[in-house]
């Protein structure tokens, strides 16, 4: 699987759609709100096709879609590629048995959860998030998949912010990832 492919048409039209909020969540973030890509049915498709595609010869049995927005994404492209459904989710939200581990955002710290239990070893998963800023959040999304010996098959990011080098953090992981749309 490549790396990201050169904008197509089509996702220069999502990225048109991209609202672009000022100091959310905090003071000197430029928030880059998907909700009008969502808003739109044919937007969405396009976003769903464009995204399964890199993915549709790799036989993925499971999304591991990280909070908040990468579960929104994730469960249209678990649909799409006849995908199963694990939630990455934020410390405390799970309610079984979990693993974990802390990373650092661009504005913070944190720390994510995967049930125990949410695949089996071998399992072929993808992990997806709605955008690729420092890396940190798909970082540790990738150290709690490799604990329980699942096999990623990929990375899948709607947006990247290539100026924040979180690419930089994924490849040294040796994981193949794609993003559609990206901000220099």
């Known amino acids: 699987m490549p790396n990201s492919p050169p904008p197509s048409r089509a996702a220069m039209d999502l990225k048109a759609l991209v609202r672009e909020v000022p100091d ?3 003071k000197g973030i430029l928030f880059k709100d998907l909700t009008p890509v969502w808003q739109d049915p044919a937007a969405f498709r396009s976003m769903v096709e464009q995204m399964a595609e890199p993915f549709r010869a790799s036989q993925v049995e499971l999304i591991a ?3 908040s927005r990468g579960l929104i994404i994730g469960s249209a492209l678990a649909l799409e590629l006849g995908a199963g459904l694990v939630p ?12 974990r581990a802390s990373y650092s955002l661009e504005y913070g710290e944190a720390v ?3 049930h125990r239990d949410a695949f089996k070893p071998g399992a072929r998963v993808l992990i997806v998030d709605d955008l690729l800023a420092t890396g940190g959040t798909a970082q540790a999304a990738v150290q709690l998949v490799k604990e329980l010996e699942g096999k990623i098959v990929g990375l899948a ?6 100026f924040l080098q979180g690419r930089q ?12 749309i990206k901000y220099t």
């Open 24 to 26: 959310f969540p905090k």
């Open 65 to 67: 879609g990280i909070e």
């Open 88 to 99: 990455v989710r934020k410390e405390g939200k799970l309610p079984w048995k979990t693993v």
């Open 112 to 114: 994510t959860e995967l």
């Open 157 to 162: 990011f709607l947006v990247e912010l290539e």
């Open 169 to 180: 953090k994924l490849e040294k992981l040796g994981v193949d990832f794609f993003s559609l």
